[in-house]
């Protein structure tokens, strides 16, 4: 059985099936991922877009859930796309999220049947972070390091090269009043400490989640968005010494350090209480 996406705001792993596979619907649905993601747009060659969305809607009329990647606003493909996820109520990702006037659009025919996700993956979707994260109806934001790599001119694994495109997608989904965003994909599927290394480094960046492409990424990921057991107790500790300004473990802890272990705790909660 598959888990209901109910919780967009708060998935660690979101795993991608090409809508062109809909024999792997079913695997990808108890894999353990949080979120499932049928793919109708990379994944899926233009002369089989037509045959992924039935698969896909196939897959849903069952009662089946998961998220539905569109394709791009624009496209020939994009608005029977929209119409077929609003019909079901399924989250949403767009692609190449950017333009405000287009989301808007969405936004509106979705009526608000679906959870929206923007995926930002242009230069001027990460210029545009903000106002594309303020879009009515979005819930959460995604970073497409690998377009975004390729339009800017860097390797989509380098770190340092989209560190600042990633913090301006955190500090602009916060601005927004939405969910911490999900870090894009690791293309490295075999290789684990290539996933640790990428899923620290979003971590410490601002992220909660991450897009996977392969289900041997999932148990990396969902243990590596959730709190630890020392961040656990450092969090308990900081809350019993109560609301004024003290120390712990030789830190100092004011109101902001409050507010974050509080943030840590509900975190580890949240997932203590997923399915």
């Known amino acids: 059985m598959t888990k209901p996406c109910d919780r967009v705001d708060t998935a660690r792993s979101w795993l991608f099936v090409p809508g062109s596979r809909p024999d792997r619907f079913g695997k990808a649905g108890s894999s353990g991922a949080d979120l499932v993601i049928i ?6 060659a233009p002369v089989d877009k037509e045959r992924a969305r039935d698969a896909a809607e196939a897959w849903l009329a069952h009662g089946n859930r998961a998220v539905v990647r569109i394709n ?6 994009s608005e029977a796309d929209l119409g077929m996820a609003a ?7 767009i692609p190449k999220a950017e333009d405000l006037a287009v ?5 509106a025919r979705t009526a608000g049947r679906c959870d929206l996700v923007p995926l930002i993956e242009t230069a001027l979707g990460v210029e545009r972070a903000h106002q594309v994260c303020s879009t009515p ?5 995604a970073f497409g390091n690998v377009d975004l790599a390729a339009q800017l001119g860097v390797a989509h694994d380098d770190h340092t090269a989209l560190a600042c495109a990633r913090s301006r997608l955190v500090v602009a989904s916060a601005a927004a009043g939405i969910g911490p965003p999900v870090d894009g994909v690791t293309t490295a599927v075999g290789d684990v400490e290539v996933l640790r290394d990428d899923i620290a480094h979003a971590r410490r960046l601002g992220f909660s989640g991450k ?3 392969h289900p041997a990424q999932l148990p990396g ?18 809350l019993d010494a109560g609301e004024s300004v003290t120390t712990v473990d030789g830190q100092m802890v004011d109101r902001p ?5 509080r943030r840590v705790l509900a975190a580890a909660q949240e997932q203590h209480r997923a399915p």
């Not at 793919?39 to 899926?44: G, H, P, Q, R, S």
């Not at 109806?137 to 934001?141: E, K, Q, T």
Request: with cysteine.
């Open 137 to 141: 109806g979005a819930v959460r934001a």
């Open 103 to 107: 989301l808007a659009d969405l936004a």
């Open 221 to 238: 990921v969902a243990a590596g968005f959730t709190p630890s057991a020392e961040e656990v107790r450092w969090a308990h500790a900081v």
């Open 87 to 93: 019909r079901y109520g399924c989250p949403v990702m």
């Open 257 to 261: 350090v409050l507010i974050r272990a």
């Open 39 to 44: 793919d109708l747009e990379d994944a899926v």
């Open 211 to 213: 897009l996977c492409i």
């Open 72 to 77: 791009a606003p624009g496209t020939p493909w």
